[in-house]
């Protein structure tokens, strides 16, 4: 395990990283340039000793650097002009020769026109050569804990882009405290086939193949993901390596309009475990075509044209093994009460008995909006007839951007969800025919009562103390005109 020394150092070093390009590219570039520099110099360090000749590819499961095209070639002449021709011939190299990293490295041009001219792209790569060259990110294979500090490395630049970046920054990123408690939630088990499709970075997945690869000591789960935006796509690609997740597949395209995680037959794949923190109240989701979808995922309901909250969350349903699914989504509040067809939509998920739990939780948890949120919690196949309601929205602390969950929150919350029992003024376990009366509200507050009881006023015990203060007070005024008179103002 880092210790904080370490751990600090690493901080450092990625952040500087990313300020090279500070009045240079906003925040969004700057975050792929660092990145790309980062897996370039981790896979150049654990291949050092591998170098292969320009005509030979690696498998999927090893990284090889073609010769010439490693970090400490670059390192060495990065006082010579042309840095940025260098490091693109370099990464594309690598990118040819493995199979695990080809479109890692989509979009991302170091001798692009937007980082000025050719002195100030020597200049600014220069620093950022020099800035990665440090022993906080040496990551050879004879170095300690190297996958562990690349990994680290990863998150810290991940969360300080979206701290830094607001709304903007922010939309591909879901907090860690989010995603490990979504994965504690679902209980991943070495082997399960796991997917986001709207994996953003890829974070949420990372966590699930994490957990389960800590509980059985060494299994993976086998991550699906689809994005949209392709930029966001090759970041994830980068996200995984560096946390030495191999067994992933990752699609780039617009989910609901066309998803491209299919089986065989063209039909949606199925998988044991479907997570994800869609865009929130998405305007442009393909409402048009919704009636005429060809794999009937609004079978439900049609969401509204404004909102395509319903969409993901009924994609997500419809892409669940039907004997061990379970999910996990991310939704604004308003997804619980709305009405019109999102009412009808969760009318038959109730009906189902597809809902297993709703959480709400604190306000500001996302980096790119201050509103509470919930994760709404599907299963196939329940054991019990009931939907859980907790109420976490104020158990959190007080981050410098953001609210934070501590380990005593989440597990809190984890304890909760797997007892599946009332807690006063927490959580309760409610049955369907209830949730029924309230219109089919999931809102949190309507069943869940967080109100403090007022406490009863002893009217005897006030006068008591009335008249105590009273005879207190008037012996002090005595001694005060006593006093008074001795100084002459009697």
């Keep these: 395990m880092l210790d904080r020394q370490r751990q600090d150092a690493i901080c450092a070093a990625v952040w500087q990283a990313f300020d090279v390009f500070h009045g240079v590219s906003d925040p969004s570039d700057s975050k792929d340039f660092a990145l790309a520099m ?47 021709q260098r490091i693109d011939k370099a990464l594309r190299a690598i990118e040819e020769a493995n199979v695990g990293l080809q479109g890692a490295f989509q979009g991302i041009s170091f001798d692009a026109t937007s980082l000025g001219s050719l002195e100030q792209k020597d200049r600014v790569l220069c620093r950022l050569l020099e800035t990665v060259q440090t022993d906080a990110l040496d ?15 990863c998150d810290s630049l991940i969360r300080h882009v979206a701290e830094v970046s607001g709304k903007r920054g922010g939309e591909f990123f879901t907090p860690p405290e989010i995603s490990q408690l979504i994965a504690h939630l679902m209980q991943p088990e070495g082997g399960d086939t796991i997917s986001d499709p709207c994996c953003g970075s890829g974070s ?5 193949s994490q957990l389960a690869r800590k509980k059985s000591g060494s299994k993976d789960c086998i991550l699906y993901g689809q994005e949209k935006n392709g930029r966001t796509w090759a970041l994830a690609k980068m996200n995984m390596v560096l946390h030495g997740e191999l067994q992933h597949q990752l699609k780039w395209g617009d989910t609901l309009r066309a998803p491209k995680l299919l089986d065989a037959n063209g039909s949606l794949r199925k998988f044991e475990i479907v997570v994800s923190n869609p865009p929130f109240s998405l305007r442009d989701w393909g409402y048009d075509d919704a009636e005429r979808d060809i794999h009937q995922r609004y079978w439900r309901g049609i969401p509204p044209r404004a909102a395509g909250d319903y969409a993901f969350i009924s994609h997500m349903v419809e892409t ?21 067809s999102e009412r009808q939509i969760r009318k038959q998920f109730i009906q189902e008995n597809l809902i297993d739990a709703v959480i709400t939780l604190p306000a500001k948890m996302l980096p790119y909006t201050g509103i509470p949120v919930a994760i709404l919690v599907m299963r196939k196949n329940k054991t019990d007839d009931s939907v859980l309601f907790i109420d976490a929205s104020r158990s959190y602390q007080h981050g410098k951007t953001q609210n934070i969950l501590r380990q005593a929150d989440l597990e809190r919350l984890e304890n909760t969800y797997h007892a599946r029992r009332d807690v006063n003024q927490y959580a309760r376990l409610v049955n369907r025919p209830e949730i029924a009366a309230n219109d089919y509200n999931l809102s949190v507050t309507r069943y869940v009562d967080v109100t403090e009881a007022e406490a009863k006023t002893d009217l005897a015990a006030l006068r008591a103390e009335r008249a105590q203060l009273k005879a207190e007070l008037a012996l002090l005024e005595a001694k005060l005109a006593i006093l008074m008179g001795d100084i002459g103002h009697g």
């Design 38 to 84: 980062l897996l370039f110099k981790y896979v150049s360090d654990i291949s050092r000793n591998r170098l292969i000749p320009n005509d030979e590819r690696s498998d999927d499961k090893h990284f090889v650097v073609p010769e010439g095209s490693g970090f400490y070639v670059l390192y060495t002449a990065r006082l010579q002009s042309g840095n940025g």
């Design 139 to 153: 990551f050879r294979a004879t170095y300690e804990n190297a996958a562990e500090a690349v990994a680290y490395a």
């Design 204 to 208: 949420l997945l990372i966590a699930f």
């Design 320 to 340: 669940l093994n039907p004997k061990t699914g379970r999910m996990a989504v991310v939704v604004s509040l308003g997804v619980l009460f709305r009405g019109a």
